[in-house]
């Protein structure tokens, strides 16, 4: 993505910015998720934002029980935003992952437990070189139960990090899936310079401490 992607490699040689290494965001198609709709059969939602949507969709998808991930956009007023306008800055969404999961096999808390984990909570509207309140912390929860949740496992997370925890824990109002070459990016984009020097380092520590499967979980 990502724009003003400073790091010491030559950011033009390796096309590090996430908005240079993607197609035309004209391309697009546009969903709505309805907040009332928190489960459906075995399936629940949680809206997760931690930076770059890339990132935490690779990550979310790498855990056993999560059905599906998508890459989109919530927590603004634009009403069916695109990829370059939520990138403006205008819009008040900030990049977020949909993730359907059964909660047979694994816990809405579990996904925060990983949440705090994937991502520094304590970088106000940035990580990394990613800047910009699209890029903010934030939990979106879908009920008065998801919220109670995200309370209390954000006061848990707190023990974990110097700094305090920035996250916003907001309700969902809308989610408006990205265009379609966003989702599933890292899985089809792995040889990317945004990829190699963001993505994978950060898959490749969580697998290491076993928080996350090597391969994609979803679908199984």
């Known amino acids: 993505m990502k724009k003003t992607f400073l790091f010491l490699l030559a950011a033009a040689a390796l096309n590090l910015s996430c908005s240079r290494s993607v197609a035309d965001s004209t ?12 489960s459906t059969n075995k399936t629940e939602i949680a809206d997760l934002g931690g930076g770059c949507f ?38 008040g969404h900030a990049e977020v992952t949909e993730i359907a999961f ?28 990613d800047e910009g309140t699209s890029y903010r912390s ?14 209390k496992s954000k006061l848990a ?38 990829c190699q020097v963001v993505i994978a380092p950060k898959l490749e520590k969580l697998e290491k401490n076993k928080v996350i499967q090597v391969e994609p979980q979803t679908g199984k």
């Open 27 to 38: 391309r697009q198609t546009k969903t709505m998720s309805k907040p009332e709709m928190t």
């Open 54 to 91: 890339w990132c935490m969709e690779a990550v979310f998808e790498r855990l056993p029980g999560v059905v599906s991930v998508t890459s989109g956009f919530a927590g603004g007023t634009t009403e069916n935003p695109t990829y370059r306008e939520v990138c403006t800055e205008t819009t």
């Open 102 to 129: 059964d909660p047979a096999k694994i816990s809405y808390d579990k996904l925060l437990e990983v949440f705090w984990q994937a991502h520094d909570p304590t970088t106000l509207n940035r990580q990394g070189a």
């Open 138 to 151: 934030i939990i979106l929860y879908r009920d008065e139960k998801q919220k109670l949740l995200a309370e």
């Open 157 to 194: 997370a707190q023990e974990n990090f110097k700094h305090p925890i920035v996250t916003e824990i907001a309700p969902l109002k809308k989610f408006y899936k990205a265009e379609d070459y966003h989702q599933q990016y890292y899985d089809n984009n792995s040889n990317a310079g945004y």
